[in-house]
């Protein structure tokens, strides 16, 4: 099973509360305790957020300790009440140490003394990075083919101007090495915040809906592939914290690797938040992962949009307009995930988006039933209304989505008629 969280390990179901519910409950638990809270990557200069969650905690006991770490010089003197560790590089020597460990097996090197030279002179350019030194190894990882080598070593991307914001051009290079099935599926990552617990389940079946995981010889299962694209970008040091639970697995992506996700993304992949105005006509794949974010949005008119999603909890639709707007605008959508949304019925004009894979609507409390009209979506693969507790009951004609095979529903109704199944020859 998936490691503990705060919430379990209080054995207490916290997702129903609102923030000032969780508050209150947190006061309860720190009052008067000793603890510490460790604030990995800070990047918020908010000042007023900072005294509101010192306020918050303040009830603890005055041993309590908070340890803060982050990329920017003032937000480390905007919150530090003592003088900060500045970290230092990796020295030369183990940069090398890690490149090695990445880009040989154990005592490999030695039968490659000539790589290992060429090795010391890529490092430099990694400014005693972890990630970066660790990422380019293993992009080298068991390849001996020596031009390969002097070509990174030599790349120009190494001679090209750096500003301060920049991303690493070592995790530049590694993108551009990356095999060309696997840089879209890379890039689908920036379509979710800094720090998302990714379900290799989810990414799988997203990559699969917008066509980016092919078989090359037709007989190996595409969720295999999509699995096996996650275990290779994991190898390239590109996941981190992944947790292979069975079926259920969990990764996560390191700020610096998201920044290159969206670095790589461009204008295609689009995140919508409370700031975003105007998104670009060449979008193709929109996520909206911020509460309030829709209201003065301008969307693309173009059709070229294949996927839209809400991936985070409590962030939902209840603006049907815009939904109608959205079915009979992007007819070639590929990828509808409308979960969270609060309507009581699918706008009819869903059941024309004959292109559609994936059609999920969960935790939907409001919507009561689904139209007949929803079973013409023949290309369908995957149909999930997971959560939404009020659905009465599933209208007759599931059988006629001949392309399912994923179904996942929570509905009132008892019983369900198996004949229903009896052409669904693909549900897994």
């Known amino acids: 099973s998936p490691p503990p969280n705060v919430a379990t390990a209080y054995q207490e179901d916290i997702n129903h509360y609102d923030i000032e519910q969780l508050q209150i409950r947190l006061r309860q638990k720190i009052s008067g305790q000793k603890f510490l809270l460790v604030l990995d990557d800070i990047w918020s200069d908010d000042r007023v957020k900072w005294i509101e969650l010192t306020d918050l905690i303040k009830v603890g006991a005055a041993e309590s300790k908070i340890i803060v770490t982050t990329r920017s010089n003032s937000i480390a003197s905007m919150i530090g009440t003592v003088s900060s560790y500045v970290l230092e590089g990796l020295s030369p020597e183990n940069c090398l140490s890690l490149f090695v460990k990445w880009a040989f097996k154990d005592g490999e090197e030695e039968k490659y003394p000539n790589l290992v030279e060429i090795g010391k002179e890529i490092v430099k350019n990694c400014a005693g990075v972890p990630l970066a030194v660790r990422t380019l190894g293993s992009s080298l990882f ?15 991307i190494w001679n090209l101007e750096q500003k301060k914001d920049d991303i690493l051009p070592a995790l530049k290079l590694s993108y551009d090495e990356m095999p060309s099935y696997l840089r879209q599926c890379f890039a689908c990552f920036s379509l979710f915040p800094k720090d998302y617990a990714f379900n290799v389940v989810e990414m799988t079946i997203l990559w699969i809906a917008l066509g980016l995981v092919q078989s090359m010889n037709g007989s190996e299962k595409l969720e295999h592939i999509a699995r096996e694209y996650i275990h290779e970008l994991h190898s390239r040091s590109l996941l981190q914290d992944f947790g292979d639970y069975g079926d259920f697995g969990i990764f996560k992506v390191h700020d610096l690797i998201h920044d290159l996700a969206l670095y790589v993304a ?8 409370s700031h975003t105005r105007n998104i670009s006509e060449q979008a193709r794949h929109l996520s909206i992962v911020e509460k309030d974010s829709l209201g003065h949005v301008l969307f693309p008119k173009s059709k070229s949009v294949r996927s839209i999603q809400f991936p985070i909890d409590g962030v939902g639709l209840d603006n049907k307009k815009l939904l109608d707007t959205w079915l009979s605008r992007y007819e070639y959508l590929r990828y509808l995930n409308l979960n969270n949304s609060s309507f009581e019925t699918l706008p009819n004009s869903t059941a024309k988006l004959e292109h559609l894979r994936v059609l999920t ?10 139209d007949h009209s929803i079973f013409k979506l023949h290309n369908l693969q995957v149909f999930s209304f997971v959560g939404c507790t009020n659905l009465e009951t599933l209208p007759r004609g599931l059988g006629k989505m001949i392309s399912l095979q994923h179904l996942y529903i929570t509905t009132k109704q008892s019983i369900v008629s198996l004949t229903e199944f009896a052409t669904l020859n693909y549900l897994q």
């Open 361 to 370: 609507l969960n935790n939907n409390r409001k919507i009561k039933r689904l």
């Open 266 to 273: 461009k204008e295609e992949f689009v995140t919508v938040v």
């Open 142 to 156: 068991s390849n001996f083919d020596l031009n390969k080598w002097l070509f990174v070593r030599d790349h120009e």
